[in-house]
């Protein structure tokens, strides 16, 4: 017999229910393992290939910010945005668009702190999420974590502040949140 046990994001279990088939209580370990994935904002697999290791068949440190920032835009694409440029005319602003023509809109890291524990290797599906967020006027923060197969801790975990910039062609200048992209970010904190 085989025991599958499906959580829905939205559901809240009362305690009666936290018990298994064997009818030994979950312990607090695995609950706060079930509630990062439940709350995850986003998720998404991806395959460690070839390119992304080291001699050693281990992803190499930087590799760790690509599986971010691609879970990152994957994440802003399934929103509708493009996940690099904004399209600043549902806000009114016909000086700033996505081309360039009066200075495009995008987000840069402006800072990321990373927590490497334990290697990511070839040929691993890793689970790739953005677990929580903070929003700001011109900038987002947030936390990312890495799983390896079959784990129950993140392998990766990263904050990453990405601010929102105009580049005019004659500098990059911080730039409010556009508010549209704003009010939906606060909707999912």
């Known amino acids: 017999m085989t025991l599958v046990i499906v959580i829905l994001p939205c559901l809240a279990l009362p305690p009666s229910h936290e018990k298994v088939y064997n009818s030994k ?11 990062e994935f439940m709350m995850a904002i986003y998720q998404k697999n991806y395959k460690v290939y070839i390119n992304h290791t080291d001699a050693g068949g281990i992803v190499y440190h930087a590799n760790h910010l690509t599986f971010f920032e691609n879970c990152r835009r994957d994440w802003l694409a399934s929103l509708g945005y493009d996940g690099y440029f904004f399209d600043l005319s549902e806000d009114g602003d016909s000086t700033a ?23 990511l290797l070839v040929d691993d599906e890793l689970t790739v999420t953005v677990s929580s967020l903070i929003v700001k006027p011109a900038s987002l923060i947030l936390e990312q974590h890495i799983y ?3 784990t129950d801790k993140p392998a990766t ?25 704003a009010d939906l970010m606060k909707s999912l904190v």
């Open 25 to 35: 209580p979950i312990d607090a370990k695995t609950w706060q393992i079930i509630k």
């Open 97 to 119: 668009n996505t081309h360039g023509q009066g200075g495009a809109v995008h987000f840069v890291v402006s800072q990321a702190d990373l927590r490497y524990i334990t290697p």
């Open 148 to 150: 390896r197969p079959n």
């Open 157 to 181: 975990t990263g904050m990453i502040t990405l601010a929102c910039v105009r580049n005019d062609g004659k500098a990059i200048r911080p730039y409010r949140l556009p508010q549209k992209f």
